[in-house]
C-alpha cells in the first residue's frame, strides 16, 4: 500500500528502533549496506526533503527523501512491526524496518 512521506515520518518517529537497508547501487544488483537508528527523528527541511543518514548524524552522508519518491508499506518480515519500501522510479532505494 502506498503512503506519504508524512505517515512515514510520524511512523519511524514513533518507533524505539529503525534499521535501514539501503540498496545503493540496485540497478547492477549489488546488495544493501544495513544501518540500525536507535530514537531516530526524522523531519522535513525547509525544502520538504527529510534527511535519513547513511552513517550517525553526518548530513553530508545521508539520503533525503521527499514527495516524488515512491513509499509503499509492505508485510513486515525479521520480526518487525513494520516494513517500508522506498523507489524511485520503480528501482528499490531502501527498505525501513520499525520495532
Given amino acids: 500500500m502506498e503512503v506519504s512521506l508524512d505517515e512515514l515520518i510520524e511512523k519511524v518517529n514513533s518507533s524505539q528502533k529503525t534499521v535501514v537497508n539501503y540498496y545503493l547501487f540496485a540497478e547492477m544488483g549489488v546488495g544493501a549496506t544495513e544501518l540500525e537508528l ?3 527523528h ?3 527541511d525547509e525544502d520538504g526533503y527529510a534527511c ?3 552513517m550517525g ?3 553530508d552522508n545521508a539520503y533525503y527523501l521527499n514527495d516524488n519518491n515512491e513509499i509503499y508499506q ?3 518480515d525479521q ?3 513494520a516494513k517500508f519500501e522506498i523507489r524511485d522510479g520503480g528501482m528499490l532505494l531502501m527498505e525501513i524496518y520499525l520495532y
Avoid: M
Fill in 74 to 76: 509492505e508485510e513486515p
Fill in 38 to 40: 536507535e530514537g531516530v
Fill in 79 to 81: 520480526n518487525a512491526r
Fill in 52 to 54: 535519513i543518514p547513511f
Fill in 57 to 59: 548524524e553526518d548530513q
Fill in 42 to 44: 526524522l523531519k522535513r
